[in-house]
């Protein structure tokens, strides 16, 4: 089972050059991809039902209260994850590689830039800003494609923009870059931040599996271990679309706001599954899900006045 969990989360790009193996957008409509969406929408029906005929223990629902450190675990969880990226040479992720002339050196020291800061808590609202702007500058020397793969990361500056960085911060201190006053703020923080993340690893999905077949190829080349389903009379082919059509009914699922508790249980348990064999890099890159999924676990969504006070007053 550990073999088939790491085949389904892993980030094929960041272990295999994409270059050689551009996404077949053509495949939107091929009975395979079709399938996979049809295999999440009823997923996301069940979820639906669960959601709404199975009462959620109430020692876990007490755990709104501290919706509080919400913006505390995504600063940090981003902070350490981009200056752990700009010391390696990467953009966000190990296969966003900067060159190192003048643009790649000025997209690192901003990226480090913004990680400290965020640490800190300073500045918080207008770090969250440039680091939405860097996603769109960065589109220039990468693509557009790689860069919507982290777009999860424009859900926490997002999040931190309209929640503000938390109690623990030198912003708080100084009392400044406070959270928006207005009463749909912490709901769309919450909301913004989870859509992102379900997008995410959907269209990772299809970019990485189901639309780029011959690059999840590539990867089970490199470790054939990973299709732990061959012994069984699984090909490589059937192994990558169960592997994307997982990996797509867990972004849609997210995105569709059911049984967010669960899944970022599960998510936190499975992605950690994943360092066993890709180690720091994967770490690195992971960092910021994991903001999210303690984020989203504790505070799934903001209709608790304890995530509305909560959030309201994060700065």
């Known amino acids: 089972m550990t073999p088939f969990v790491i085949g389904v989360l892993a980030h ?9 193996h551009p996404t077949q957008y053509g495949l939107l409509l091929s009975a395979p991809v079709i399938g996979a969406f049809v295999l999440a929408i009823g997923a996301t029906g069940l979820a639906y039902l669960i959601q709404h005929r199975v009462p959620e223990p109430r020692a876990i ?6 919706a509080a450190t919400g913006p505390l675990a995504l600063r940090i969880a981003l902070g350490v994850a981009l200056i752990a990226a700009a010391a390696a040479n990467w953009l966000f992720v190990p296969s966003l590689v900067l060159d190192r002339d003048a643009i790649g050196v000025a997209l690192r020291a901003i990226e480090a830039g913004c990680g400290l800061f965020l640490l800190a808590g300073v500045f918080t609202r207008y770090v969250a800003i440039v680091l939405a702007l860097l996603g769109v500058v960065a589109m220039v020397p990468f693509s557009i494609e790689s860069i919507l793969e982290q777009i999860h990361i424009l859900g926490i500056a997002v999040f931190l923009l309209l929640a503000g960085p938390g109690r623990v911060s030198v912003d708080a201190r100084r009392r400044a870059d406070r959270s928006i006053e207005h009463e749909k703020a912490p709901t769309a923080a919450i909301n913004l931040l989870r859509i992102a993340m379900g997008f995410g690893i959907a269209y990772g999905a299809l970019t990485e599996k189901l639309l780029n077949p011959p690059l999840a190829q590539a990867l089970l080349d490199q470790s054939p271990f990973l299709n732990v389903l061959r012994p069984l ?15 797509l009914v867990v972004g849609v699922v997210v995105l569709s706001g ?6 970022m249980a599960i998510g936190f348990a499975l ?10 890099p994967e770490l690195i890159g992971h960092l910021p899900f994991y903001g999210i999924m303690l984020t989203l676990f504790i505070a799934p969504d903001a209709d608790s006045w304890h995530v509305r006070r909560a959030l309201g007053r994060a700065a």
């Open 61 to 66: 629902r007490s755990l709104e209260r501290y």
């Open 271 to 280: 992605f950690t599954v994943t360092l066993i064999v890709f180690g720091l």
């Open 12 to 20: 094929v790009k960041w272990f295999t050059d994409p270059r050689l």
């Open 233 to 247: 009379g699984v090909g490589d082919p059937a192994f990558i679309w169960l592997a994307g059509a997982a990996e």
């Open 258 to 263: 059911q049984i967010t508790r669960p899944v």
